[in-house]
């Protein structure tokens, strides 16, 4: 536990709250910038001796409980929450589960892209965002429940079991491998998530591929730099493959753009037009 830098964090986030921000009235003889100390002690459920001591770095070392009414007291940032618990002497506990909500820039990134197939995928690799060109080159992901969109299952248990018929992709045991060695680090960073627990559950019973490539323990994966997509409606799409992490929700835009000028650029043009309506349905 690192005391006095601790109380300096912990006086710095403190006086950077305006009352208001809080539901408290400023009050005419207010002297100090920002939160009270008295104050900051109430929000966060402890007396105000406790907090006093910290902020005077001759304090205990502080419980999980304490530090979690601190966070929401004065209103910390993840980083900053993580930066209070490292101070503390205590390492943040693991995420509950693996983030969803996709930020709003990224959403509108993904519609920026007309030339390109974009989508998000969660650590969990649960499709969790996308653009028309993708739902045209892959599938409607709207038209899914949740359960389906999630291409790990789809890929070792879907209607083709085996990884290299996953939407007609060229290197579909490469995506196998890969997908598992992902999946088992997010395991590893979301140990309590029961979602994620019962997924690898259910594909350890369910695949006997996947249970191999588990019980391997591998968990590192080269780039895919190019793949190619059989697509029923234009053939063979081939794609230049760049992933974008987004480190602070666990999530990755997957881009797939085609070479300028080749016929897989005019597909990709054609898919764009033809979106996710049915060519091969006669009136």
């Not at 009050?27 to 939160?35: S, V, Y």
């Not at 054609?270 to 996710?276: A, F, K, N």
Request: glycine fraction near 6%.
């Amino acid at each position: 536990m690192d005391r006095a830098e601790l109380a300096a964090f912990l006086r710095s986030r403190r006086e950077r709250i305006a009352p208001a921000d809080v539901g408290l009235p400023a009050g005419p003889r207010r002297r100090t910038p920002g939160l009270r100390r008295e104050e900051a002690a109430r929000l966060a459920h402890i007396s105000v001796e406790y907090y006093t001591r910290l902020e005077q770095a001759r304090g205990p070392v502080p419980s999980r409980e304490v530090l979690a009414g601190l966070a929401r007291a004065l209103r910390l940032s993840d980083a900053e929450n993580v930066h209070l618990h490292h101070l503390a002497g205590t390492p943040p506990a693991p995420p509950p589960g693996p983030p969803r909500e996709v930020r709003q820039s990224v959403l509108d990134l993904l519609d920026r892209l007309p030339h390109a197939a974009a989508l998000v995928l969660s650590a969990a690799y649960e499709v969790i965002a996308w653009n028309d060109l993708a739902a045209a080159l892959l599938e409607d992901f709207s038209a899914l429940p949740r359960r389906d969109r999630n291409l790990v299952r789809r890929a070792f248990l879907g209607p083709h079991p085996e990884g290299r018929l996953l939407y007609g992709i060229t290197d579909g045991h490469e995506f196998a491998r890969t997908s598992v060695l992902h999946l088992r680090g997010a395991a590893a960073r979301y140990p309590g998530d029961p979602e994620l627990t019962a997924l690898v559950r259910e594909l350890r019973a369910g695949s006997a591929d996947f249970a191999r490539l588990w019980n391997s323990h591998d968990v590192t994966a080269g780039p895919t730099l190019c793949k190619t997509f059989q697509h029923p409606l234009v053939g063979p799409v081939s794609v230049n493959c760049d992933v974008l992490d987004i480190a602070d929700r666990d999530q990755r835009v997957i881009l797939y753009t085609a070479t300028p000028g080749s016929p897989s650029e005019e597909a990709l043009r054609l898919l764009s037009v033809i979106g996710t309506q049915r060519m091969d349905v006669t009136g």
